[in-house]
C-alpha cells in the first residue's frame, strides 16, 4: 500500500464506511485529525475493541500510527 499524507481525506486509509460516518460526526476528516487521537479518544466515540484494532491496523499498513507515530 502506498504511503499516505497527513493532508488525504480519511478514506483513503480503507477503513470501513460505518467507521468513516462516526469520524465524519465528530469533524475527524483527515488523516492528521485521526492521527492526532489515542486510543481513549476512540473509546470515547464509542468504537468497540475490534473497530479500534481495525483502526490500528489500517493506519500501521499505511506507516502510522495513534498518537503521531510513525512507521
Known amino acids: 500500500m502506498a504511503k499516505v499524507n497527513v493532508n488525504d481525506k480519511i478514506t483513503k486509509l480503507g477503513i470501513d464506511d460505518n467507521i468513516i460516518k462516526v469520524f465524519n460526526n465528530n469533524d475527524i476528516i483527515t488523516i492528521d485529525d485521526l492521527w492526532s487521537l489515542k486510543r481513549k479518544d476512540l473509546k470515547d466515540m ?8 481495525h483502526i490500528i491496523i489500517k493506519m500501521q499498513l499505511n506507516g502510522i500510527d495513534l498518537n503521531r507515530k510513525k512507521y
Open 46 to 53: 464509542e468504537f468497540s475493541g475490534d473497530e479500534i484494532n
